[in-house]
């Protein structure tokens, strides 16, 4: 078998380049999943994410329908997909059909009349109810969303990363029954991500921003399997370790106690490992003024790391081979707290290491940069959720579901 094959856990995971989709059928699952607000789409950057895939399928002389879930049941961004197909027509510059029908008689009919070069999008893949039940391998197998759907398919490609922590029919059931390949984005996060966690070393994490509970994770998993050197932290992360610790947080103190108390002891944990940093000083609003303060005496609401701070962790990340950004070291929605992320940033873009964006609101200061360091980035991730469970070291669903769809289909072939 001809291509380029990519690994995951040491296990193999084929590409698009691996098959030949001329007049071929293909399934592709993407992940449109955007926020709405009154019924419109108000950002489409997951939309954008996939039509580099899309573009190169019909290039192929593929026949392409897409599959994508938008929102929960019950929560007002559970709407249709229909304005979705409609941003895709616009992105990709031709008429991209939208059936209002899922695995029922309208898209069955419309999916057995598809011409090359034509894209078909199907309805919110949740509006069927088993796609909302997230199962076991041997029973997505047996859903009647995979029955009735991949008999009419040559390929599936599973493009849908943000999703891949989903053990859903959508994601994870059709690689189990057909041939299915990882599409572009796919392949560029478990390329990017692998890179982060597997790279050359010392490697240095980054870790900032409010989701404390992924932050715990992620520290967690990387620190105890040594595939980090240095884990630098900022945000409320360190403001929840310097508390563990003993010390008083300021204002911080009421936020951590009400929504945090439960994470304490973990954290207490991790300050047995000598390679988590914790800042020095803090960028604090007091009572309306902004003061530098020690961290072992905050005044007010602690806002950014110092610049002490700033200078420490600049020389460690100096001398990185790999370096991973994932959360904001302060709260940069206010100008006056965006320096310590934006100066963490300019460090390693102008160190010799990879630099991995690892997604957390890291990648909103990107237009605080310079282009020529943008360009030095050397991947950026927009996986959401799906980049805590790899960082992580938790399964992957959709992940798992391609290597496998690769031992059953792909092993031992010539092509």
């Known amino acids: ?195 982060a966690i597997n790279g050359e070393r010392p490697s240095t994490l980054f870790i900032g921003g409010a989701k404390l509970k992924d932050a715990i994770k992620i520290m967690n998993h990387l620190i105890k399997t040594k595939k980090i050197d240095n884990i630098l932290t900022g945000g409320l992360v360190a403001l929840l370790l310097l508390k563990a610790k003993g010390y008083n947080i300021g204002k911080a103190e009421k936020i951590i106690e009400e929504k945090f108390a439960s994470l304490i002891p973990e954290a207490k944990e991790l300050l047995k490992y000598d390679n988590i940093f914790l800042p020095e000083d803090f960028v604090s609003d007091v009572d309306g003024n902004v003061e530098v303060v020690s961290s072992k005496e905050i005044k007010g609401s602690p806002k950014d790391i110092g610049p002490q701070t700033i200078d420490y962790y600049n020389e460690l990340l100096k001398n990185s081979k790999t370096i991973i950004l994932r959360g904001p070291a302060g709260v940069i929605e206010d100008e006056r707290f965006r320096n310590g992320t934006i100066k963490l940033a300019t460090e390693s873009l102008n160190s010799n290491a990879y630099v991995i964006f690892g997604g957390g609101h890291f990648i909103s200061i990107l237009n605080d940069l310079p282009p020529m360091l943008r360009k030095r980035i050397g991947y950026i991730s927009t996986g959401g959720g799906a980049v805590v469970y790899f960082l992580s070291g938790e399964p992957m669903p959709g992940i798992e579901a391609l290597a496998l769809s690769y031992e059953k289909f792909f092993k031992g072939l010539k092509q």
């Open 1 to 195: 078998m001809s291509g380029v094959v990519i690994s995951y856990n040491e296990r193999n995971i084929a590409t698009i380049e691996d098959v030949d989709l001329t007049n071929k059928k293909v399934l592709l699952r993407v992940d449109m999943n955007s926020p709405i607000k009154d019924n419109v789409i108000m950002d489409t950057s997951r939309i954008r994410s996939h039509i580099k895939t899309i573009k190169e399928l019909v290039e192929l002389g593929s026949k392409v329908v897409i599959m994508s879930h938008q929102g929960r049941p019950g929560e007002s961004d559970f709407i249709s997909l229909k304005s979705h197909t409609e941003i895709l027509s616009k992105l990709l510059g031709f008429n991209v059909e939208f059936v209002g029908d899922i695995i029922g008689p309208e898209a069955r009919k419309r999916i057995a009349t598809l011409e090359v070069g034509e894209v078909l999008v199907l309805e919110n893949t949740r509006f069927l109810s088993e796609e909302n039940i997230e199962m076991p391998f041997e029973q997505l197998m047996n859903t009647n969303f995979v029955k009735k759907l991949s008999h009419l398919f040559n390929y599936y490609v599973g493009d849908a990363f943000a999703s891949a922590h989903r053990s859903q029919a959508s994601i994870a059931g059709f690689p189990l029954v057909m041939p299915a390949v990882a599409g572009r984005v796919m392949e560029d996060e478990i390329k990017g991500l692998s890179k």
